[in-house]
C-alpha cells in the first residue's frame, strides 16, 4: 500500500469525497496523508511498549495486501492502562496540502455553517474547580513531591443540530496555516479533529526530530502588543523553567538510543493562529536503525508538556485533582508504516464531534510560579482554535458572562 500521490485538483476531484466517519487525515507542512475506508480497525493496550509495537506490525503484515510497506493510522490515549485505536485502511494516498484543502472546500457550502446555533456550555472542570487544583496543586511543590504538572478541562458544547464535522474540519484547514491538522474516526462513533502544533516524534529511516512546545502566551491582533508578548514569554522565568523540564526528560530518553543528538541551548518561539510557544527543535540520529517509532514515542509519551515531572507522581496527582478521564485527549496521534516510519503529534487543539457535542479540551502547565488565574485564561485561549472553527468565539463568551 505505498501512499499514491495526488498533486492537482482534477486527480482529487476523480476520487469522489472525504468522509469522516471512515477516512483518517493527518497533515505534515505540505503534505497531506489521507487513508481512505477502513480495511481493518484494531486496539492495543499501550502498557508495554514491545508489545504494542509487535502487535502493531503483525497486524500490518496480516493487512498488507499486495503491498511491501502498509500503513496504519493510530491514537493513544493519555492514561496508559488504556487501548490506543488504529485504522489501516483501505488505500493510501499522499496529497499536496493545497490541492487537498481546495478539494475539501469544494465540498462544503456556506449553508454547512448556518442555522447551527449553541444551546449549552458544560464544564467537565468550571473556573473555580480548575483554580482550586492549579492552588493544590502548588502546594505539591511546597513539599517537593512536584517539579511540574500539566492540569487540563474539558468542555461539552451541546448545539441545536448534529455538527457538519466536514465544514469544521474545513475551517480548521482555512484558519490556521501551520501545525499537524488530523482527524481520525473513533470508536465510539467520533470524529477526533484539531490542529496540533506540538511534533512529539518523526521517524525517517534513522533520523528522528522532535519539537517539544511548553511555555504559553495568548497572540493579540495588534502588532505592539504582539511584539511585547513576544518578549514577555521569551524573558519569563517562569515559562523557561515550564519548558526545560520538558527537554530535559526528553532529552534523559533519546541521548542513550542517539548519535550526534542535536539540542540547542535556548528555545526559540513559535506562532498558532492563536498562541506564542517557546519551542525547542530536536533531532539525531539512531544508533539501532531498527527502532520502530512507537518504540521511542510511546516511551516519551506522555512528556511534562503533556502530564508533568517526576511522571509517575503527576500522573496520579492528575487524576485526582481533574477527576475525569482525559481519554485521547493530551495522548498522540499519528501514522507509521511497516519500516516504523512515521510521524506523531500530542492531542491537543483539538476536539471529539459526535452527533450534536463538541467536547474540547485544554490544558497548562504549571509550576511553582503559576498563577491559578492567568492559568485558567490560558486555557481559555488555547480553546480559541476550535471554538473558531466552530464558529461560536462569540456565543461561547456570551455562555462565560
Ligand atoms: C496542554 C496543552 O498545551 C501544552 C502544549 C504546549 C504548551 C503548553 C503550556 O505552555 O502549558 C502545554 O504544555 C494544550 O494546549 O491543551
Not at 495526488?6 to 486527480?11: E, W, Y
Not at 467520533?190 to 511534533?199: D, F, I, N, T
Request: glycine share 6%.
Amino acid at each position: 500500500m505505498h501512499a499514491g500521490e495526488i498533486s492537482n485538483l482534477a486527480q482529487a476531484q476523480s476520487l469522489g469525497e472525504f468522509l469522516l466517519d471512515q477516512d483518517c487525515l493527518f497533515v505534515s507542512g505540505n503534505s497531506c496523508l489521507l487513508g481512505h475506508g477502513i480495511k481493518h480497525r484494531f486496539n492495543i493496550p499501550i502498557a508495554n511498549t514491545e508489545y504494542l509495537v509487535e502487535e502493531l506490525q503483525s497486524q500490518l503484515r496480516a493487512h498488507q495486501g499486495d503491498s511491501d510497506n502498509a500503513i496504519a493510522f493510530g491514537v493513544l490515549p493519555f492514561c496508559k492502562h488504556q487501548n490506543a485505536q488504529f485504522i489501516i485502511p483501505k488505500t493510501v494516498a499522499r496529497w499536496d496540502k493545497n490541492v487537498y484543502s481546495q478539494w475539501l472546500n469544494a465540498q462544503v457550502t456556506e449553508l454547512d455553517a448556518t442555522n447551527n446555533s449553541l444551546q449549552a456550555v458544560r464544564y467537565l472542570q468550571d473556573r473555580t474547580h480548575f483554580e482550586q487544583t492549579v492552588k493544590d496543586a502548588k502546594s505539591l511543590f511546597d513539599s517537593n513531591q512536584l517539579e511540574k504538572i500539566v492540569l487540563s478541562k474539558q468542555v461539552d458544547l451541546e448545539f441545536s443540530k448534529p455538527l457538519n464535522r466536514k465544514h469544521v474540519l474545513n475551517q480548521l484547514l482555512q484558519q490556521s496555516q501551520s501545525g499537524y491538522h488530523f482527524a481520525f474516526p473513533t470508536q465510539n462513533d467520533a470524529v477526533l479533529m484539531g490542529v496540533s502544533p506540538e511534533l512529539l516524534l518523526r521517524k525517517q529511516d534513522q533520523t528522528v526530530t522532535s519539537n517539544p512546545l511548553a511555555g504559553s502566551i495568548p497572540r493579540d491582533r495588534c502588532e505592539k502588543v504582539e511584539a511585547q508578548r513576544r518578549s514577555v514569554l521569551f524573558s519569563s522565568k517562569k515559562d523557561r523553567y515550564e519548558h526545560a523540564v520538558v527537554i530535559d526528560d526528553m532529552r534523559q530518553l533519546l541521548e542513550p538510543v542517539c548519535d550526534n543528538l542535536k539540542i540547542p541551548a535556548e528555545p526559540d518561539l513559535l506562532s498558532t493562529a492563536t498562541m506564542w510557544h517557546l519551542s525547542t527543535v530536536i533531532s539525531g540520529h539512531l544508533k539501532d536503525p531498527q527502532t520502530h517509532i512507537l518504540d521511542l514515542a510511546n516511551q516519551l509519551h506522555p512528556t511534562p508538556a503533556l502530564c508533568g515531572k517526576p511522571t509517575k507522581p503527576a500522573y496520579q496527582h492528575i487524576l485526582d485533582l481533574e477527576g475525569h478521564d482525559r481519554g485521547l485527549f493530551s495522548g498522540i496521534i499519528g501514522w507509521c508504516d511497516q519500516h516504523g516510519n512515521g510521524e506523531w503529534v500530542v492531542v491537543i487543539r483539538c476536539g471529539e464531534l459526535k452527533a450534536q457535542v463538541a467536547r474540547l479540551f485544554a490544558g497548562a502547565g504549571i509550576v511553582a510560579a503559576s498563577d491559578p488565574n492567568s492559568e485558567w485564561l490560558e486555557t481559555e485561549a488555547k480553546l480559541k482554535t476550535m471554538l473558531n472553527a466552530l464558529s461560536v468565539q462569540q456565543a461561547y463568551s456570551s455562555f462565560n458572562k
